[in-house]
Every structure is written in structure tokens, then in C-alpha cells.
Antibody, heavy 118, light 108 residues
């Protein structure tokens, strides 16, 4: 049973860089893509991007200029960095496993609330 | 890129059937997946592919698709099915994922 455990700073100031990491416990790391999704308070889900074990990435065009997703296969971890954050980036951020056969997300991490405030 | 549109809210009487729809051009090429999200919790996959349920998801959840519209049906809705539901698929380029706008299901 694969489980995803995520962590990172929960309070940032405007212009800082958001940094989150997700550890994959159990299952195969190389057979899947790995993704990040966010959800502003009271709003819907937004796909941020994804990476495979080889480091190939795809990003949401609306965030692409500020997003970097990386992978550490030695630790079965992947990470998200979002630069130059503003209040609009305040959200719960989730990591998830992506089945590239059909591009569904399962399972999800527990979520991390990131608040951007001066 | 493409958008996936869902009705904002639907209600269903306990034990009755409710259908949630998701509309978008990309659904002519890609299956939708469906997620249930309860307050304060991470989303949970309930339907993927043509009509597949992950282990542990009750068989009252089913999926279907026709043209540019995908549907999630809950047959015999239970109180615990009250939640937000989101669809998801690849976009028309095939390179990005996109989520639907979400539907709040209320069980009366």
C-alpha cells in the first residue's frame, strides 16, 4: 500500500519561494508519474505539474514561469518549488501519484496549507 | 488547454440516484477520473478509466461517458456520500491535466 507523506514551510512572505517535499513509501517509484495539485481556501482543485522518475516535467502553463518540480530517486521523493509567491498562492498543496496510463491521481498526500502573508 | 465544467451543486434524497456531469472538449479523447472530497480532507479517487473503481470504493459509484460529457452516478446515495466531487482529465493538447469546477452533493 503506497503512502505519500509531504512536508514544507506553511507560512511565507510575499516574494519568497514555496518549497514542499513528498516522500513515497511503498510501491514502485519508477512506474508512475508524480504530481502536485493545489486548492485555494474555499475553491476548486488546480493542477500544478508532474514529473517522472527520469526527471521529465510538465507544468500548468499559468504557473510554468515560477514552478520547478524535481525528483530524488535515491530517496523516493519529489519536490515542488514555486517562486515569487503572492497571496494568490495561498492554498492547500497536495502531492499525488499519477497513473500515466490514464492520468488519474491516486493516492494523495495529506495536504499542506501554505499561507502567504506579510 | 481546455476546461471541464460541472454544475456547482446538486441534491439527492437519501437512497435515491444522482448523476454528476462534467463537460469539456478533452473528454472526446480522454476518460475522466472522479474524486470525492470531504471537508478538511484530501480528495479520494472514486472512478478512473472507462468505469473502474479503486479498491474500497462502494459499487454504488459508477462512471460513463458520451461525446464531450462524462458522468458520475451514485445509485442509492448514502449520507456519507455528501461531499464535493471533481472530475479530471488530460487537456486537449494531451500534455496537461485539468480539473473540473467541482460539484457539491447534498444528501437530503
Amino acid at each position: 500500500q503506497v503512502q505519500l507523506q509531504q512536508w514544507g514551510a506553511g507560512l511565507l512572505k510575499p516574494s519568497e519561494t514555496l518549497s514542499l517535499t513528498c516522500a513515497v513509501n511503498g510501491g514502485s517509484f519508477s512506474d508512475y508519474f508524480w504530481g502536485w495539485i493545489r486548492q485555494p481556501p474555499g475553491k476548486g482543485l488546480e493542477w500544478i505539474g508532474e514529473i517522472n522518475h527520469g526527471g521529465s516535467t510538465t507544468y500548468n502553463p499559468s504557473l510554468e514561469s515560477r514552478v520547478t518540480i524535481s525528483v530524488d530517486t535515491s530517496k523516493n521523493q519529489f519536490s515542488l518549488k514555486l517562486s515569487s509567491v503572492t497571496g494568490a498562492d495561498t492554498a492547500v498543496y497536495y502531492c499525488a501519484r499519477v497513473d500515466w496510463g490514464g492520468w488519474w491521481f491516486d493516492p494523495w498526500g495529506q495536504g499542506t496549507l501554505v499561507t502567504v502573508s506579510s | 488547454s481546455s476546461e471541464l465544467t460541472q454544475d456547482p451543486a446538486v441534491s439527492v434524497a437519501l437512497g435515491q440516484t444522482v448523476r454528476i456531469t462534467c463537460q469539456g472538449d478533452s473528454l472526446r479523447s480522454y476518460f475522466a477520473s472522479w474524486y470525492q472530497q470531504k471537508p478538511g480532507q484530501a480528495p479520494v479517487l472514486v472512478i478512473y478509466g472507462k468505469d473502474n473503481r479503486p479498491s474500497g470504493i462502494p459499487d454504488r459509484f459508477s462512471g460513463s461517458s458520451s461525446g464531450d460529457t462524462a458522468s458520475l452516478t451514485i445509485t442509492g446515495a448514502q449520507a456519507e456520500d455528501e461531499a464535493d466531487y471533481y472530475c479530471n482529465s488530460r487537456d486537449t493538447s494531451g500534455r496537461h491535466n485539468v480539473f473540473g469546477t467541482g460539484t457539491k452533493v447534498t444528501v437530503l
